[in-house]
């Protein structure tokens, strides 16, 4: 059985840096073809990817955030991170980990996502 | 980046119904190796979402037949039958061709 869980800070100040957790189970990220992705969406909006990670510690990022991201993982701990420096407002939004095979190159297992809200 | 348009922004069904969801892609989604790399979310009210479709036509595990996809190029259809109430929530299709991956903005199911 599949699943993952974030994990974050919920609530923090404009410039800070946003570390994000994901802790999941029954697959392993050092297995030939897996990978997990980042997501978020803003509350009554739709979604934007924000970053992979592969099982290879191949990285693919969205370069609408310029720079900001930096996802890596924890093979032995099943955990996958993500970090995005100099928040601001428009980074307010719910954050999902989900995993992504070669297989699919779709988000196959979500996890329930966390709250981030970024607020003066 | 690759565009995803999806249309109508909402539709509304009656309980047994059927319905199609369009989406549209900027540019073509066939991958250099052949495959199309087009998936189909649905996200229920409250929920996260969850994988109905990858690589156009193919369900997921434990997805019923009653989703079917289709499409190729820049056109894709996500086709729902016997609609359920169950079924409502918000649709979203997705590519994984081209970095960075886009989404559409998602399509509204709701009950007549």
């Known amino acids: 059985q599949v699943t993952l869980k974030e994990s974050g800070p919920g609530i923090l100040q404009p410039s800070q840096t946003l570390s994000l957790t994901c802790t999941f189970s029954?697959?392993?990220?050092?297995?030939?073809?897996?990978?997990v992705g980042w997501i978020r969406q803003p509350s009554g909006k739709g979604l934007e990817w924000l970053a992979n990670?592969?099982?290879?510690?191949?990285?693919y990022y969205n370069p609408s955030l310029k720079n900001r991201l930096t996802i890596s993982k924890d093979t032995s701990n099943n955990q996958a991170f993500l970090k995005i420096t100099n928040v601001d407002t428009a980074d307010t939004a719910t954050y999902y980990c989900a995993r992504i095979s070669i297989t699919t190159v779709g988000f196959d297992y979500w996890g329930q996502g966390v709250m981030v809200t970024v607020s003066s | 980046d690759v565009v995803m348009t999806q249309t109508p922004v909402s539709l509304s069904v009656s309980l047994g119904g059927q319905v199609s969801i369009s989406c549209r892609s900027s540019q073509s989604l066939v991958h250099n190796n052949g495959n199309t790399y087009l998936s189909w979310y649905l996200q229920k009210p409250g929920q996260s979402p969850q994988l109905l479709i990858y690589?156009?036509?193919n369900r997921f595990s434990g997805i019923s037949d009653r989703f079917s996809g289709s499409g190729s190029g820049t056109d894709f259809t996500l086709k729902i039958s016997r609609v359920e109430p169950d079924d409502l929530g918000v649709y979203y299709c997705?590519?994984?061709?081209?970095?960075?991956?886009?989404f559409g903005a998602g399509t509204k199911l709701e009950l007549k």
């Open positions: 990670i592969w099982w290879d510690d191949d990285k």
């Open positions: 997705g590519q994984g061709t081209q970095y960075p991956y886009t």
């Open positions: 029954g697959f392993s990220l050092s297995t030939y073809g897996m990978g």
């Open positions: 690589k156009v036509s």
